[in-house]
């Protein structure tokens, strides 16, 4: 691990054995070994002994030569991909379903709001029957509303729609991807790597947050509260990069900015 100060995947530990460990793995308060290892970099991995569980710890290391240590953090950063024109692209059979369902629940304006969206949307949805879920909440909905509304009216059009569904389509087939048992829900692990194979870097505490934010009471997130904190993610990170004119990743907002931004996403 050379040189990296990112996060460890759980493949990186599938692929590479522990150079040294406590000799008994059990329940303890205070766990104190000695090793002899050769001039290196090392990453020490303090764990609770039941999985899914938080407990504060205190980490001493003594050596005999001078060494240095540092905590293993991401960068906080979101890719940022272009969004493709819809100019010249030809319908698929879903888009053309899409547009038909989307103009009997919008009307004349081809404009929906946050209720309607939900209707829109679990109607899309239940056709998935590899998918297990409820559907949308409407708390979910407004988010989204949120996220795609441009012009500030509560409502969005056909086109903001359909850039919605390519993103919920593409964050669908990250979630799938991890529920492997297809029980509807990723455990809490599997959520870390799922925000990462969406293109945001968090660190340890943001991970933390939206496992206390989105997990239920077995550290397991179901499919909308998946999208809502992607939707959220995403909206967040906007509006900082509205904000952050020069790109230096810091910004100063009066309180009513910063309401504003909080509201926004």
Same mark, same amino acid.
């Given at each position: 691990?050379?040189?990296?100060k990112?996060?460890?995947?759980?493949?990186?530990?599938l692929?590479?054995?522990?150079?040294?460990?406590?000799?008994?793995?059990?329940n303890?308060r205070?766990?104190?070994?000695?090793?002899?290892?050769?001039?290196?970099?090392y990453?020490?991995?303090?764990?609770?002994? +039941?999985?899914?569980? %938080?407990? @504060?710890?205190?980490? $001493?290391?003594?050596?005999?030569? /001078?060494?240095? !240590? *540092? =905590?293993? +953090?991401?960068?906080? %950063?979101? @890719?940022?991909?272009? $969004?493709?024109?819809?100019?010249? /692209?030809?319908? !698929? *059979? =879903?888009?053309?379903?899409?547009?038909?369902?989307?103009?009997?629940?919008?009307?004349?304006?081809?404009?929906?709001?946050?209720? *309607?969206?939900r209707?829109?949307?679990?109607?899309?949805?239940k056709?998935?029957k590899?998918l297990?879920?409820?559907?949308?909440?409407? *708390?979910s909905?407004?988010?989204?509303?949120?996220?795609?509304?441009?012009?500030?009216?509560?409502?969005i059009?056909?086109?903001?729609?359909?850039?919605?569904?390519?993103?919920?389509?593409?964050?669908?087939?990250?979630?799938?991807?991890?529920?492997?048992?297809?029980?509807?829900?990723?455990?809490?692990?599997?959520?870390?790597?799922?925000?990462?194979?969406?293109?945001?870097?968090?660190?340890?505490?943001?991970?933390?947050?939206?496992?206390?934010?989105?997990?239920?009471?077995?550290?397991?997130?179901?499919?909308?509260?998946?999208?809502?904190?992607?939707?959220r993610?995403d909206?967040?990170?906007?509006?900082?990069?509205?904000?952050?004119?020069?790109?230096?990743?810091?910004?100063?907002?009066?309180?009513?900015?910063?309401?504003?931004?909080?509201?926004?996403?």
């Amino acid at each position: 691990m050379h040189g990296t100060k990112h996060h460890l995947q759980k493949d990186f530990f599938l692929y590479n054995a522990s150079k040294a460990r406590s000799k008994t793995y059990i329940n303890m308060r205070e766990i104190s070994e000695r090793f002899r290892l050769p001039p290196s970099e090392y990453v020490i991995i303090p764990s609770t002994y +039941e999985p899914h569980q %938080e407990g @504060e710890f205190i980490l $001493r290391v003594f050596s005999e030569k /001078r060494s240095l !240590s *540092e =905590e293993v +953090e991401n960068m906080i %950063e979101a @890719e940022r991909p272009v $969004r493709p024109s819809a100019k010249g /692209r030809e319908e !698929s *059979e =879903e888009q053309k379903q899409f547009r038909n369902i989307f103009r009997q629940i919008a009307g004349d304006d081809m404009e929906i709001n946050a209720e *309607e969206l939900r209707n829109v949307l679990n109607n899309v949805v239940k056709k998935h029957k590899d998918l297990r879920t409820e559907g949308f909440e409407l *708390e979910s909905c407004r988010s989204m509303i949120a996220l795609m509304d441009t012009d500030g009216s509560g409502k969005i059009n056909f086109d903001e729609f359909r850039h919605l569904w390519d993103k919920i389509k593409s964050w669908q087939k990250i979630f799938k991807r991890y529920d492997t048992d297809h029980s509807g829900t990723i455990n809490s692990y599997e959520m870390r790597n799922a925000v990462n194979d969406a293109g945001f870097r968090l660190n340890n505490q943001l991970y933390d947050i939206i496992t206390m934010r989105y997990a239920d009471k077995n550290m397991n997130i179901d499919f909308d509260s998946f999208i809502c904190c992607f939707v959220r993610l995403d909206a967040m990170f906007r509006a900082f990069h509205a904000f952050d004119k020069d790109g230096d990743g810091i910004i100063k907002l009066n309180v009513l900015e910063w309401l504003q931004l909080t509201m926004y996403a």
